[in-house]
C-alpha cells in the first residue's frame, strides 16, 4: 500500500515561514506528479502547488512568490516551503501524488493532512 505522510504543520503568526515535509513510501519517480492542496474551515480543497516528475512547477495564484515546491529523490519527499504567511493561509494542508498504475495511467494518492494555523 502507497503511503504519503505530512509533517511540519504548526501554528506560526503572520510573517512568519513553514517548510512542510510529505515522505512517500515509495520512490518519488513512481509518481507522475506530486502536489499540495489545501482546505480551509468550510471551503474547497484547493490546489497550492504541484510539480511533475520532470520538475515542472505550478503555483496557486495566492501563493506565488511565497512559496517553494520541490522534491528530494533521495528521501523519497516532497517539501513546500512556505514565506510571509498570512491568515488566509490557515488550512489543513494535503500531499497528493498521482501514481502511475499499469498499463499507462495514474491514480491519485493523499496524505492524512497536516493543520497550518498563521495567527497571532
Known amino acids: 500500500q502507497v503511503q504519503l505522510v505530512e509533517s511540519g504543520g504548526g501554528l506560526v503568526q503572520p510573517g512568519g515561514s513553514l517548510r512542510l515535509s510529505c515522505a512517500a513510501s515509495?520512490?518519488?519517480?513512481?509518481?507522475?506528479?506530486m502536489g499540495w492542496y489545501r482546505q480551509a474551515p468550510g471551503k474547497q480543497r484547493e490546489l497550492v502547488s504541484t510539480?511533475?516528475?520532470?520538475?515542472?512547477?505550478n503555483y496557486a495564484d495566492s501563493v506565488r512568490g511565497r512559496s517553494t515546491i520541490s522534491i528530494d529523490n533521495t528521501k523519497s519527499t516532497v517539501y513546500l516551503q512556505m514565506n510571509s504567511l498570512k491568515p488566509e493561509d490557515t488550512a489543513v494542508y494535503y500531499c497528493?501524488?498521482?501514481?502511475?498504475?499499469?498499463?499507462?495511467?495514474?491514480?491519485?494518492?493523499w496524505g492524512q493532512g497536516t493543520q497550518v494555523t498563521v495567527s497571532s
Open positions: 497528493n501524488g498521482d501514481l502511475h498504475t499499469l498499463p499507462f495511467g495514474t491514480r491519485p494518492i
Open positions: 515509495r520512490s518519488i519517480s513512481s509518481f507522475a506528479a
Open positions: 510539480i511533475t516528475s520532470g520538475g515542472s512547477t
